[in-house]
């Protein structure tokens, strides 16, 4: 009785109730019709939105005034380079990984370098930084959409038994995810950070390099993320992005993470990510139109975070 | 060579009438481009356009200069001052690709009662004072249920991919294609998604509602850059591909030519070609030069059917739009249409 009591105390709860909610919605509404392959579809596209919100979380989770901005401009530029380095040639997706996963790094290097030599404010540091990746990737790529290796294309939309097989290993990051952030010292050093820098600095925790980490770690997921999509939707282009900026932060806060930092979950960021996909896919169902469906999503939004921290955060 | 392109430019623009004082040539003339947003292909291709054709003209002594400029962040108040700008560096005409149709009428204003020419096209402004290369976006929606009348005459079932909510083109089209379903009275619009003319997105959000919708899919309307993200997410499905209406782009166009060779697949590809600017240059030039030009013009369709797809295909940039650049006659023609 009290374990089921203690599971509504959790603050990623609501994030997975309201997946399910929406989603039996949609399949009542259709009467069955199509449920799983929805859920299917909810897997893929939740799957990308978690890899960028996992890092974005570890970001968030620093304090009040760290989010990184740059999330878009960082997948646009690492999709659009190693899709235009592997050319379509299969031999070259391990180095197309590297290319991604490295320009990744060097954002994130770039973005921490701006907020600790220069003393800029994260939001500010990542924002402008953000421009000048993005035209980065429009002065190299100049809207060019190369296609993707072919395996490396089958790959991002295989399925194992009905189950994407980029969900099942964006799983398995999430796992790893919630092993860094509770059972290492890391992972309690940028809670201990976001509770109380000074408290943390204080007692011993690395602030400055676990800062550094986390911002490198951010935009590395993010350069992988931009490399898995622009796979898996057949090219890479200069504003795939963009939607990823306001979805990495509100996947993170939906999941039950605190806004003001030091305090972080990654369970919720699965439930957030398959709910925002699942709630636009029931709205566009019910045929509401464009405005009716923003203001409910807003609402809705709303209603899941107010929910999630109604009950007293527990770390 | 360029003294009888020349000549023939001058005699040209007498030959249709204008005014005679078109020979009072606009060599001194100085045109400034001030562009909203740069960040899709469609806008690299437009931005492309102008400096090939503004190139040329300037060289060869049509006009003193033809500057871009892009503001960073597609804002209003960005934009304005922009246009401040201009009219104090002493541009003698605007051409404008404007990001809202109301927030930049003051500074347009402030442009015209400084006698800056201002042309505005594709994103256009209602500054009466302001001239308006407009594209009849009703018409290209409606264009695409007709085509699909002519091509699927049992009618059927159509899915609609929209472009970014709040947006007037995307109203306007889906009006033309809501008007056209009205008018053929055999189609039903079964299901409706926002895609932003994005490929990604209309393909997560096609993914999303496909498995509520019935099997007899027979069309898909767009408003182009959807069209291939369509195709993937109706393929993943393991659904029969729908004629989907296509809007230009490479990759649409790429793997319209693909099925086209596999399977005989047959569509139709309509959008409006980014050279559209190179219009409003010759517009420009030709107000300047003195020319009578009415306040409302209309810009052409680029649109591309079955048996010209290959060569549109080839004249098509890897990542690109399908484009035309337009020369002075082509101006002078849409002129004289309007007229």
């Known amino acids: ?315 | 060579m360029k003294t009888i392109t020349t000549l023939g430019m001058v005699t040209a623009v007498a030959l249709s009438g204008m005014t005679v004082s078109a020979i009072a040539d606009t060599s001194d003339k100085r045109i400034a481009l001030s562009n909203n947003y740069a960040g899709n292909s469609w806008r690299q291709a437009m931005l492309g356009s102008w400096e090939k054709v503004t190139g040329e003209a300037v060289e060869n002594g049509t006009v003193a200069a033809a500057d871009a400029f892009t503001t960073a962040e597609n804002q209003v108040t960005e934009q304005a001052a922009q246009i401040q700008n201009l009219i104090l560096q002493g541009y003698d005409a605007i051409v404008v690709n404007a990001a809202s149709p109301e927030g930049l009428n003051g500074a347009v204003k402030e442009a015209c009662d400084a006698g800056v020419v201002v042309v505005s096209f594709d994103g256009i402004v209602t500054e009466p004072c302001a001239w308006r290369i407009a594209v009849d976006f009703k018409q290209m929606g409606k264009d695409e249920v007709l085509y699909l009348s002519d091509k699927l005459s049992e009618g059927g079932n159509l899915l609609e991919i929209r472009g970014l909510a709040g947006v007037f083109v995307d109203d306007e089209i889906s009006a033309g294609i809501h008007e056209g379903v009205a008018e053929t009275g055999k189609f039903e619009i079964v299901g409706s998604v926002h895609g932003n003319w994005a490929q990604d997105v209309s393909q997560k959000a096609v993914a999303g509602i496909l498995p509520s919708l019935p099997d007899d899919i027979v069309g898909v309307v767009t408003q182009g850059g959807d069209g291939y993200g369509a195709a993937q997410a109706f393929k993943a499905a393991g659904r029969d591909i729908p004629v989907i209406v296509m809007g230009n782009r490479h990759d649409e166009l790429s793997w319209w030519k693909e099925q086209k060779d596999a399977s005989g697949y047959e569509t139709m590809s309509v959008s409006i070609a980014p050279g559209v600017s190179t219009l409003a240059f010759w517009v420009a030039q030709q107000i300047l030069d003195g020319a009578d030009v009415p306040k409302d013009l209309t810009v052409p369709f680029l649109r591309i059917d079955q048996d010209n797809l290959e060569d549109n295909l080839a004249n098509t940039e890897e990542g690109g739009v399908a484009n035309v650049e337009y020369t002075l006659e082509d101006a002078q023609a849409v002129i004289s249409g309007a007229s």
């Open chain 1, 1 to 315: 009785m009290t374990g089921v009591l203690h599971i509504f105390r959790q603050p990623w709860i609501w994030a997975w109730i309201g997946a399910v909610a929406v989603w039996l919605a949609t399949a009542t509404f259709t009467q069955g019709r199509g449920a799983t392959e929805v859920l299917s579809a909810a897997m893929t596209f939740g799957a990308f939105f978690v890899i960028v919100a996992l890092g974005q979380m570890f970001v968030i989770t620093l304090g009040p005034g760290n989010v990184d901005l740059s999330i878009p401009a960082c997948m646009t530029l690492a999709g659009t380079v190693a899709m235009k380095t592997m050319d379509g040639s299969a031999g070259m997706i391990p180095v197309g990984l590297l290319i991604a996963l490295a320009i990744g790094a060097g954002v994130g290097a770039i973005n921490y370098a701006l907020i600790r030599m220069l003393r800029i404010p994260p939001i500010i540091a990542t924002l402008s930084s953000s421009f000048i990746f993005q035209s980065a990737a429009i002065w190299w790529n100049r809207g060019l959409r190369v296609k993707p290796p072919e395996p490396l294309g089958d790959f991002t939309t295989a399925k194992i038994a009905g189950v994407p097989l980029i969900a099942l290993l964006v799983m398995i990051l999430a796992v790893a995810g919630h092993v860094l952030l509770t059972r290492t010292m890391y992972g309690r050093g940028v809670v201990a950070i976001g509770q109380n820098i000074r408290a943390a600095h204080l007692a011993g925790v690395k602030v400055e390099r676990i800062r550094a980490a986390t911002y490198i770690m951010c935009a590395t997921l993010a350069g992988l993320c931009g490399y898995l999509l622009s796979a898996f939707s057949g090219g890479a282009a200069l504003n795939m992005g963009e939607e990823y900026l306001l979805s990495s932060i509100a996947v993170v806060v939906i999941g039950g993470t605190s806004v003001a930092g030091g305090f972080a979950n990654v369970p919720g960021l699965w439930g957030a990510a398959l709910f925002l996909f699942l709630l636009v896919t029931m709205l566009n169902t019910f045929g509401a139109g464009a405005g009716v469906r923003l203001v409910l999503t807003g609402l809705i939004i709303i209603g899941v975070i107010v929910a999630a921290s109604g009950g007293k955060r527990r770390t």
